[in-house]
């Protein structure tokens, strides 16, 4: 079975921490996998896209890696603020399943001031 | 760009009434994909179109049907609706599906209230 999985399922840290969030999934035959932040009463904001092909992806402080091999993810956010804090998602793509994707139960990150 | 409009944003029906939802992708998106949303259970996957055909369907009651248009808007309805089928309803739209490598774009989803 498919399965996609994130731990930790809350994280609360001091702001200007650097920070990672982990995500493991259960078939190494990948599409891509991406990224989301979910703010409260929200849809879904694409954050990173990662191809089967690539190894990482970065945007601004946020840096995303993938080890196919392992079934492995990992999104690192870089000096946390505030504004950060909301739900995090990973979602895979396996194949055969077109545009499918699978999510983890995702991260709920606090960032205090 | 407008990005994804789902209407409307908010429903309250009653057990048995069923309900339609409303879904515009991004301009020039041709696939579109709906899941629900619950504290239990997360994101589940229901179904995807791609140029006006269902290319993939979740492991829902067949209460769950949906349909795609030639602009590419999409439609999801629930008939027979039960207390269980309160959740948020999302709706994602993609340039291309499955290897295409397109990231997929959500709208604020429509909040459904079953009484």
């Known amino acids: 079975k498919q399965e996609v999985t994130q731990i930790p399922a809350a994280l609360s840290v001091p702001e200007g921490e650097n920070l990672v969030l982990n995500c493991s999934f259960t078939?190494?035959?990948?599409?891509?996998l991406q990224w989301f932040r979910q703010d409260p009463g929200k849809g879904l904001t694409s954050l990173l896209l990662?191809?089967?092909?690539?190894r990482e992806q970065t945007s601004g402080r946020l840096n995303a890696s993938l080890d196919k091999s392992s079934g492995r993810s990992t999104l690192y956010i870089a000096a946390s603020q505030p504004g950060d804090s909301a739900t995090y998602l990973c979602?895979?793509?396996?194949?055969?399943?077109?545009?499918?994707?699978?999510f983890g139960q995702g991260t709920e990150l606090s960032v205090k001031p | 760009k407008a990005g994804v409009t789902q209407t409307p944003r908010y429903l309250i029906k009653t057990r048995g009434q069923q309900v339609t939802l409303s879904c515009s992708p991004i301009?020039?998106?041709?696939?579109v994909s709906w899941y629900q949303q619950t504290p239990g259970q997360g994101l589940q996957f229901l179904f995807e179109?791609?140029?006006?055909?269902?290319?993939n369907k979740g492991n829902f009651p067949g209460r769950f049907s949906g349909r795609q248009f030639s602009n590419s808007r999409s439609e999801m309805n629930v008939s027979t609706l039960e207390l269980g089928d309160s959740a948020l309803y999302l709706c994602?739209?993609?340039?291309?599906?499955?290897?295409?490598?397109?990231?997929?774009?959500f709208g604020d989803g429509t909040r459904l209230s079953i009484l």
């Open positions: 990662i191809q089967s092909s690539q």
């Open positions: 994602a739209s993609s340039l291309g599906t499955g290897g295409s490598n397109q990231p997929q774009h």
């Open positions: 301009s020039g998106h041709r696939s």
């Open positions: 078939d190494s035959a990948i599409y891509n």
């Open positions: 979602a895979v793509s396996f194949y055969n399943q077109g545009g499918k994707l699978i």
């Open positions: 179109y791609f140029s006006e055909t269902q290319r």
